[in-house]
């Protein structure tokens, strides 16, 4: 028997400028978290996430959101280690829109390996306004082609598509820059998970 979702009431933002992602758009309290996802002592090569979010006319999405969720160096998520301990958090949001290109750019660790068939990867999930779901997909690392190749996940993406879910790598100021648009629609069209 298929599963039914649960029906929406109403569209789910652009709510998360005030709320979600507050600082970051001149309200005068925190964010409870934001596109920081480390701090100085955690084990592992410090990189950079940056892209935009495009809609069907490949024009950046001005009011997105981002939420990136990931393992530390040594493939463990964060219930399994102390933040206080290292600085490392493993879970990151940002909005699109004080950026001036509606960019995203985090601050993270290269996430390590969570078991012999999954390569390095970072889980998102992105909200925008009209949009009454949640969008799930993940973020793999174009210098982990060996470890690509073995990924169950990836591996059940038809091959002509799997490029939407490869971040490439770039360098910027001696550390690694990995670029990641999201395309909503057209033929650049990113895969989404449906969870």
């Not at 393992?71 to 004080?98: C, M, Q, S, V, W």
């Not at 550390?175 to 998970?193: C, L, P, R, S, V």
């Amino acid at each position: 028997m298929a599963r039914l979702r649960q029906t929406p009431s109403q569209t789910i933002g652009p709510f998360f400028a005030y709320s979600l992602t507050a600082e970051q758009y001149g309200y005068h309290y925190n964010s409870i978290v934001d596109g920081s996802m480390t701090g100085g002592n955690a084990d592992g090569e410090k990189i950079y996430i940056v892209g935009n979010v495009f809609d069907g006319k490949d024009m950046p999405i001005s009011d997105a959101m981002l939420e990136l969720w990931q393992a530390d160096a040594h493939g463990r998520y964060r219930k399994l280690i102390d933040p206080e301990e290292n600085g490392f958090t493993g879970f990151g949001r940002l909005g699109t829109g004080t950026d001036p290109g509606f960019q995203f750019r985090f601050t993270t660790i290269k996430p390590g390996s969570i078991g012999k068939n999954q390569a390095p990867h970072i889980n998102i999930i992105l909200f925008m306004r009209g949009s009454l779901h949640s969008y799930y997909t993940r973020l793999y690392f174009s210098d982990e082609r060996e470890m690509n190749e073995k990924d169950e996940i990836l591996n059940i993406i038809p091959l002509e598509r799997r490029h939407t879910l490869i971040a490439e790598q770039r360098e910027n100021k001696g550390i690694a820059e990995y670029h990641f648009d999201i395309y909503m629609q057209g033929k650049n069209e990113t895969i989404f998970f449906e969870l």
